[in-house]
C-alpha cells in the first residue's frame, strides 16, 4: 500500500528572486534589512530588480541636478538589454555574498512550492529504477541537527562495478551520512578517497569536511580541528579551489562572510585530521573566488576569479610550494577578459589552457592558452563542435583529453559533457543528459579515479535551481577521445573500418597487422612533413631573427634620437626659463613706470592750477596798474588837485 506524501524540494526561480526581493523590502514591505546594505550594493540591487521585474531601462534622463534618482537612471540603463532571468539570478548572487544567511531567515514567512513523492510502507524492498538501472530502496533518516539524509537500504556495491555503461552518466549508489547539498565547493581525490570540503547552501557558506571511499562508496565525515602549533580559525567559504599535495589538501582562496585582504592558503594533514594556515612570503594576490588553481610540478598557477568587491580579474600568479614564495607574472601577448567561475587544465606540464567563465553580464565559450616557458598567452583556433558559453562547469584531464561537465550561461544549465583533445584542440561532445540533473548544474565538482584499471569521472553536488548532494560517474570509452589529425590521416580506410567489427581473436590480430602497416607506411611520409616544417621553422626563425636585428637598429636609432631631442627639449626649457625671468622684471618695470606715470599726472594737474593762479595774479596787477596810470592824466588836465590837496595835507 502507497500513499502520496510532501516533500520540499526549495524554491527555484522565479520565486527565489521574489523571496529575495521581499527580504531585501523591495516588494513595498517595510524590510530593515535594505539599511545594512552600502550604497553601491543597494544601487546595484535596485538596478537589478528594476531589470527583472520591468526590463530595459524605460523612463528619460533626470536632471544631472537630481544626484539620487541620476545615479538610479545611469546604474539602470547600462544593464542595457540584460534578459530578465539572468537579472533575477544576479540579484539572489549579490544577495547571497553580502547576506548568506538570508535564505534561513526568510523561510519563517516563505512558503516552498511541494512535490508528490512515493512512500512506500511495505516491508518487503523493491528496488528503485533510476535511468534504467536498479538500485536499492533509498530510506530518509534524520540527523542530530534535524536536518534529513539518504542512506542506501541493504547496499553492498564494491565500487565502480556497477557502471558498466560507458559514455553515460549514472546515480550511484551510496552508503553513509550524505554531506549536506551544495555547490561551489571543493573537491580532491587521494588514495581512493573523495574528499569534499566547503561550498554555498541556500547563500550560506560551509566549512564541513566529508570523505567518499570509492571503494566502498560509503560516505563520513570529518571531525576536523585546529593543529596544537596554529591558530588557524576555519572560516566557512565556497569558491575556493582543494588541492592535493603530499598527502594534504591544500584550500586556496574563496569567498568569505569577513574576507581577507590577500589569498589565503589553509592545509589539512589527512594523517593527524589538523587544519593548519600555510605562511607564504612575497607578495600575495588580492582575495578572491571562482579562480582556477593549477599544480604543475611544484607550484600552483592562480588565475582569475573575482574579488570581495566583485571585481573580475585575470591577473596570474605562481605560488612555489618548496619556498612557499608567492610571484606575480606578467605574461606577454593578450590574456583573457576578466573573469570567474572558468576551468582551467594544463597540458604536458607546460601549456596552460583555460576555457570558458563569466563577467557579470555574459558567458564565455573562448579558448586561451598560455606557454608557461615563455610566459606568452595566444588564443588557437578550436577544431570540431565548439561548446556553448559557460561558466559555472567543472573540469578534469584524462591523458591529453580534458572533460569539461555541467555550467551554465545563466538561463539554464548545460546539457552535453565534451572532451578536448589538447594536442589538436579538438572538440567532441562525450554525452548529453536530460531533464534537471544534477550534472546539469553550475558549480559542481568533477573529478577523476580509476576502478579496476580504467577511469572513471566522478562529480558531486551542484545548482540547476535547487542544490545537490548526488553522486554521479562516468566511464569515458576509448572513442570519445580525439585522435592527432596526422595520425588520423595516415591511417587507411580499411583500419577504421576494421574498428568497427566485434572484437575476436582473429580479428584483433588483423587489426594489428593493419595498424603495423598503416604505421611503417605513415613513418616516411610523417618524416618528410616533420623535416619539410623544420626548414619552413628555420627559415621562418632566420627571418625572425634578421627582422629582430633590424628592430633593434631602428630602437637604437630611436633611442639616439629621442637623447638628442631631450637634451633639445632641456634646453629650451632653460631658455624658457630665462625668458620667464626676463618677463617677470618687465612687468614690475612696467608696473614702477605706471605708477610714477600717475604720480606726473598729479603734478601735471597742480601746475596747471598754479599756472592759471599766476596769469590771474598778473591780469589783477596789470589792472591795477592802469587804473592808477589813467587817474593821474585826468588829474593833471584839472590841474593836479589830488596832488595839492595832499600838499595842504602835509602843510
Known amino acids: 500500500m502507497a500513499t502520496m506524501g510532501r516533500a520540499s524540494s526549495g524554491l527555484q526561480y522565479p520565486e527565489r528572486f521574489y523571496a529575495a526581493a521581499s527580504y531585501v523590502g523591495f516588494d513595498g514591505s517595510t524590510s530593515p534589512t535594505k539599511s545594512k546594505f552600502s550604497n553601491s550594493t543597494a544601487l546595484l540591487l535596485y538596478t537589478l530588480y528594476k531589470q527583472a521585474t520591468i526590463g530595459p531601462c524605460n523612463i528619460p534622463e533626470p536632471s544631472t541636478w537630481k544626484i539620487v534618482d541620476h545615479s538610479k537612471w545611469a546604474s539602470w540603463n547600462q544593464l542595457g538589454n540584460m534578459s530578465s532571468t539572468e537579472a533575477m539570478r544576479l540579484f539572489v548572487k549579490i544577495l547571497e555574498e553580502e547576506d548568506p544567511g538570508w535564505y534561513s531567515r526568510a523561510s519563517n514567512s516563505v512558503v516552498e512550492p511541494v512535490i508528490d513523492v512515493q512512500i512506500n510502507h511495505n516491508s518487503k524492498v523493491e528496488p528503485v529504477i533510476e535511468n534504467g538501472n536498479s538500485y536499492p530502496e533509498i530510506k530518509t533518516i534524520s540527523t542530530e541537527n534535524g536536518s534529513q539524509v539518504t542512506q542506501d537500504k541493504d547496499v553492498v556495491v564494491e565500487g565502480f562495478g556497477s557502471v558498466v555503461v560507458y559514455d553515460e552518466w549514472i546515480a550511484s ?28 547552501h541556500n547563500g550560506r557558506y560551509l566549512s564541513d569536511l566529508h570523505v567518499l571511499d570509492l571503494r566502498s562508496l560509503a560516505w563520513s565525515k570529518i571531525e576536523a580541528k585546529a593543529g596544537a602549533e596554529s591558530s588557524v580559525t576555519l572560516s566557512p567559504c565556497a569558491g575556493h579551489s582543494l588541492i592535493p599535495w603530499e598527502n594534504k589538501l591544500l584550500s586556496v582562496a574563496g569567498h568569505t562572510k569577513d574576507p581577507s585582504e590577500v589569498i589565503q592558503v589553509k592545509v589539512f594533514d589527512l594523517q593527524t585530521s589538523t587544519w593548519s594556515d600555510l605562511k607564504t612570503y612575497g607578495k600575495a594576490p588580492v582575495s578572491r573566488g571562482g579562480q582556477s588553481v593549477n599544480l604543475v610540478g611544484s607550484s600552483l598557477i592562480v588565475f582569475g576569479g573575482q574579488d570581495a568587491k566583485r571585481t573580475l580579474l585575470n591577473d596570474l600568479h605562481i605560488l612555489d610550494l618548496e619556498t612557499l614564495t608567492w610571484d606575480e607574472i606578467d605574461a606577454v601577448g593578450v590574456p583573457p577578459s576578466p573573469r570567474s567561475d572558468h576551468t582551467a587544465a594544463v597540458h604536458v606540464d607546460r601549456y596552460l589552457l583555460i576555457f570558458g567563465g563569466g563577467s557579470h553580464a555574459t558567458c564565455y565559450n573562448d579558448l586561451h592558452v598560455l606557454d608557461m616557458q615563455t610566459m606568452e598567452w595566444s588564443r588557437p583556433i578550436q577544431q570540431g563542435e565548439i561548446p556553448s558559453p559557460r561558466a559555472g562547469h567543472a573540469g578534469v584531464t584524462v591523458g591529453e583529453n580534458w572533460f569539461i561537465v555541467g555550467g551554465g550561461d545563466n538561463k539554464s544549465g548545460v546539457s552535453e559533457t565534451v572532451v578536448l583533445n589538447m594536442s589538436t584542440l579538438a572538440w567532441s561532445v562525450v554525452t548529453s543528459v536530460q531533464g534537471r540533473i544534477p550534472v546539469a548544474s553550475e558549480g559542481l565538482s568533477l573529478v577523476v579515479s580509476s576502478f579496476n584499471g580504467e577511469d572513471v569521472l566522478v562529480s558531486f553536488g551542484g545548482y540547476n535551481g535547487r542544490y545537490n548532494n548526488d553522486v554521479y560517474v562516468l566511464k569515458p570509452s576509448h572513442k570519445s577521445t580525439v585522435q592527432p589529425k596526422t595520425i588520423e590521416g595516415s591511417i587507411p580506410d580499411s583500419v577504421s ?23 611503417k607506411k605513415s613513418k616516411g611520409d610523417l618524416i618528410s612533413v616533420l623535416k619539410a616544417e623544420r626548414e619552413e621553422l628555420e627559415s621562418s626563425l632566420g627571418k625572425e631573427k634578421l627582422q629582430t636585428l633590424q628592430l633593434k637598429q631602428e630602437l637604437g636609432e630611436a633611442e639616439s634620437r629621442n637623447s638628442d631631442l631631450y637634451k633639445e627639449l632641456q634646453s629650451v626649457r632653460g631658455q624658457l626659463a630665462a625668458e620667464q625671468s626676463r618677463c617677470f622684471k618687465l612687468e614690475v618695470e612696467v608696473a614702477e613706470l605706471g605708477q610714477k606715470l600717475q604720480t606726473i599726472g598729479t603734478l601735471q594737474k597742480e601746475l596747471e592750477l598754479l599756472q592759471r593762479q599766476k596769469a590771474a595774479s598778473e591780469q589783477a596787477a596789470l589792472n591795477a596798474k592802469q587804473k592808477q596810470s589813467s587817474g593821474g592824466v585826468w588829474g593833471w588836465l584839472a590841474g593836479t588837485p589830488g596832488q595839492k590837496e595832499d600838499e595842504d595835507d602835509d602843510e
Open 173 to 200: 549508489p551510496v552508503s553513509g551520512q550524505r554531506p549536506k547539498a551544495r555547490y561551489e565547493h571543493g573537491a580532491a581525490v587521494v588514495q581512493d578517497k573523495l574528499y569534499l570540503y566547503g561550498g554555498n
Open 497 to 519: 573500418a576494421v574498428q568497427n567489427v566485434t572484437n575476436t581473436p582473429d580479428v584483433e590480430s588483423e587489426l594489428e597487422a593493419f595498424a603495423s602497416l598503416a604505421e
